[in-house]
């Protein structure tokens, strides 16, 4: 079955520190995936997406991502936090021609001043 | 500015009521989602629609209804059979390459039973 692990719930790293929050997806055929950040009370805005092509990607707010086929995953890394970043983030996986996305459980972070 | 709005932000529902939360886009999607996110579980697909006039079920479709009679719009109706309603409701939108180009979301209606 098609599936999005995000195994660390909470996260909490102080300002100016580097920040990975980890994903890892089972999927049968080549996936899509996504990164999402939701603040309190809000939707969700995309922060960097691969298909194809170069396996680390760059995404806004100066986020990039890694995949790895060999460890299904494609973990979110950002050199140095800020508090501005605190908030949930979504790993998505989705498969070529589909509309529907799975979405992992998210994981939630705290930056400490 | 092209986006998603949603409305009400707040909703409360009293039991055995039905209740309707608005969903509009002015993004020229075709595609249009509901989803229902509830604390640690995720986001969740309760119905999608392709096309104006086609819909289709979600995971979680049970006690909810849609519409879909303009491009514009999609409408999720939280029905009396809905169970446990109280949730935070997502509206997205994207164009017929979701896969490549990802989701627009609103920014949600909180849904809270009374």
């Known amino acids: 079955a098609q599936s999005v692990t995000q195994p660390d719930i909470h996260i909490t790293v102080s300002e100016g520190a580097s920040l990975e929050l980890r994903c890892n997806y089972s999927y049968g055929a080549t996936p899509y995936l996504f990164w999402y950040v939701q603040s309190p009370g809000q939707g969700l805005q995309l922060l960097l997406k691969y298909f194809s092509g170069d396996t680390l990607v760059q995404g806004i707010k100066g986020f990039e991502a890694e995949f790895k086929r060999s460890q299904s995953s494609f973990n979110l890394r950002k050199p140095s936090v800020h508090w501005s970043d605190a908030a949930e983030y979504f790993c998505?996986?989705?498969?070529?021609?589909?509309?529907?996305?799975?979405f992992g459980t998210g994981t939630r972070l705290k930056v400490l001043a | 500015d092209g986006g998603i709005t949603q409305s009400p932000k707040y909703l409360f529902r009293k039991e055995g009521q039905n209740v309707t939360l608005s969903c509009e886009q002015n993004?020229?999607?075709?595609?249009m989602y509901w989803y229902r996110q509830d604390p640690g579980q995720g986001l969740r697909l309760i119905y999608y629609?392709?096309?104006?006039?086609?819909?289709q079920k979600g995971d979680i479709a049970e006690g909810y209804s849609v519409s879909r009679e303009k491009k514009e719009s999609f409408p999720l109706t939280v029905t009396s059979a809905q169970k446990n309603p109280t949730a935070f409701y997502l509206c997205a939108s994207s164009t017929q390459g979701a896969d490549l180009y990802g989701y627009t979301f609103g920014s949600g209606t909180r849904l809270t039973v009374v």
């Open positions: 993004l020229n999607h075709d595609a």
């Open positions: 998505a996986v989705a498969s070529s021609g589909t509309y529907k996305y799975i």
């Open positions: 629609s392709q096309i104006v006039n086609d819909f």
